[in-house]
Structures are given as C-alpha cells and as structure tokens.
C-alpha cells in the first residue's frame, strides 16, 4: 500500500489507495497489473420520506434495483438510473410489498410482490409491456408462490415457484416473460431447491436444501454438477456465476464460521478469506474479470463489537473493505452488505450495489470502485 487518502465526496466516502498487484492471465491476455485508484460511497435517496432501502442488483449500463419504503411505509420495488431518476415498479400494487431482484443490461427487471396475504408472486417488468405476472400457467393452471431472481440479456430467468398443494419449491427457469414457468431440476433427495443466477453463456446456479445442510450446484445443457465443498460438513452456498461458468458463495466451518468461496470450473476451489477480526463471510457476485463482492464481519476498532462490511476482492489484490457512505453517523455501529457489481468498464470503473444501515436500518448504497490496468 502506497497511502491511504478519505475525504468526503458529495456526501459520500472516498478512500484514494495505491494498491498495485498482478492479475492473472485470462481468456488468452498475458498478465496484468491492477491498481485500485480509489473507492467511494454513495447513498442513494430512492424515494421521499423512505424509512429503508436496499439495492440488489446492478446492470453495466449503472441501473440500479432493489426496494425502497414509501411514505405509505409498503416496501416497493424500484429501477433507479445512473443519474437518479427513479421508476417505482411497485406502483401498479400501491398496498404490497414488492422486490426487485434482478435487471439486465435491457433495463429488463425480474423480483416479487407479496400479495395480501403474504404469499410471494414472481414478477417481471420493463418500460414496454410494464408488469408481468410469472407465476401463471404452471401446474394444473394453479397460481404458484415464489419469485424470480435473475435475468439473462437474452431475457431468460431463473427463480423458484412452488404450488400450493406442493410441500417443496422447485427452481424453475423461463424461456422468456410469456413463457410458462419449467422445472428443469428436481432432485427426489433434496427438501427443495432455488435458483439464485444465470449467465448468458447458459450457466444456472442455486442451491438445494437437505436435512440440516444446503448445498449449491451448477447447471448447463442437462448436467448438474455440484462443486466440491471443502468443509468437512458441506453446507454451502452458490449466489453468482459468470459467463466462464465460475461461481461464488460460501461455505461452512464447524469451528471457524462460514467463509467466502469462488469455485472454477477446473481445480481447487479458494477461500476468500475474511477482513480483519471477522469470523464469518459469504461471496454474492462475480463479473467478468472475476471481482468478487460480498460481506465479512470484522473488528472495525480493536476491542470494538464486530460489524458486517461489505468487501471486494480479486485473487491477486486481496479482500478490500467497502466503506460505508462519510456521512453515517456512527461507523461503529453500521453495518454494510455489497450485493452486486459490473464488469469493469474502459475508463476503470466498477459500479457495486448494496446497503449499510443507519440508526438500524437498510439504505442502498453504490460504491464507484476505479481500477487501473496495464501489462507487466
């Protein structure tokens, strides 16, 4: 590290590093040096008099979504552009609970609304056509519980939908918004499964629930295969996959705590690590130049109690914190998850979706993490 400069960014954070390391070859280019320039922290304003909020996803145009309190305090799902201008998805169902889970680089966004009673209802959304309902046509023509968590940039998703009469929810994919919902895995050992996430190469990922453990697999053209877990109790998780079939998650140690994973599709799978103090981590996303995102808990003051932050990592840089927005009022008792980031774009830039807390509850945040890069 060559210094470390903070200092306040329109109400934000910034954090200016000097951190040079050495990127792997990939995809046939010789190696690369990284540096990461600078990290700074935005917390986004979603909607007025919004009580919580929190992003989910975000795509490469910098589209961010997520899910926001009204001043009706309902939970809604939202679309909100780069340069603020905000869409309130939830607006056809004013008094429901609706999340945004998903969006691709078509603005397409995929999630759930609550209905009035409770029951989660998959939705799909875009600026033409407007709101979708994903749950029809499955079954006996019964309207199916679940949501959809991610869509592709050929407008296939992925999620998870059970019948009412059904004990167990099935992961589910849709070719398209019109067409009805097909169960493409349904293992008869598993208490049940979801997906998680969808790359257009055609990798689908999720997890499936087992008496006292879960575990993750991968899926692509009719074969499931499940990484292998390094932890004597295999209880994992698998959130994200990128378009080179690698997937991240978690793992759990008896002893240690869960920890942050990344699994290729050849070789050993590597522990991510933890920042300092933590002793529990877990990976949610992975883009192209395999930076990771995720969330550590960590001692942010020696003798202090531990907190949940948000990280960044990439093999050769290590697990870097993502600090929360400057104008927090007590970082000591904030807490930050990333949930989501971009492919990192020429100028440098990576765009990182998640929350921190203030006074307790969620806000969204964005992180613009700038990254150099030159050959060695």
């Not at 849709?174 to 895995?185: D, I, L, M, N, T």
């Not at 690698?246 to 799978?269: D, E, H, K, M, W």
């Not at 996303?285 to 550590?296: H, L, Q, R, T, Y």
């Not at 807490?335 to 929350?355: P, S």
Request: include cysteine; charged fraction near 20%.
């Amino acid at each position: 590290m060559r210094g470390i400069v903070i200092a306040a960014v329109c109400g934000g954070f910034a954090l200016v590093l000097g951190l040079p390391a050495t990127a792997q070859a990939q995809h046939g280019r010789p190696p690369m040096v990284y540096e990461v320039v600078s990290i700074s922290a935005k917390a986004l304003q979603i909607f007025p008099g919004e009580t919580a909020s929190d992003a989910r996803d975000i795509n490469n145009l910098g589209e961010v979504v997520g899910w926001s309190t009204t001043s009706t305090g309902w939970r809604h799902a939202f679309k909100r552009a780069l340069l603020g201008s905000t869409v309130d998805l939830g607006s056809a169902y004013p008094s429901n609970d609706t999340i945004a889970l998903g969006i691709n680089d078509h603005s397409e966004v995929v999630g759930y609304r609550l209905d009035d009673y409770a029951e989660a209802r998959p939705f799909y959304w875009a600026a033409i056509g407007g709101w979708v309902n994903l749950s029809r046509n499955y079954g006996e023509g019964e309207d199916a519980r679940g949501e959809a968590s991610a869509i592709n940039n050929f407008g296939r998703i992925v999620g998870t939908l059970k019948l009412p009469a059904s004990i167990h929810a099935n992961p589910v994919t849709w070719w398209h918004r019109s067409a009805a919902p097909q169960v493409f895995y349904a293992p008869s050992t598993a208490d049940g499964g979801w997906m998680t996430d969808i790359s257009d190469s055609g990798w689908l990922v999720g997890m499936e629930h087992e008496p006292g453990t879960t575990r993750g697999f991968r899926y692509r053209l009719g074969t499931v295969e499940y990484p292998p877990d390094p932890s004597p109790v295999a209880d994992g998780t698998v959130n994200a996959v990128n378009e080179a079939g690698t997937v991240v998650g978690s793992t759990r140690y008896p002893a240690y705590g869960r920890r942050a994973i990344r699994y290729r599709l050849t070789g050993s799978p590597l522990i991510l690590g933890l920042l300092p103090g933590g002793t529990d981590s877990e990976a949610f996303d992975i883009n192209e130049a395999e930076f990771v995102v995720g969330s550590s808990s960590t001692e942010v003051q020696r003798g202090s109690e531990a907190r949940l932050r948000a990280f960044l990592f990439h093999l050769e840089l290590g697990m870097l914190e993502l600090p929360p927005p400057g104008d927090h009022p007590d970082p000591l008792l904030t807490d930050c998850r990333a949930n989501a980031l971009n492919d990192r774009k020429n100028n440098g830039l990576i765009q990182v979706a998640g929350y921190c807390t203030r006074d307790g509850k969620r806000q969204a945040v964005r992180w613009d993490v700038f990254v150099s890069e030159h050959a060695q």
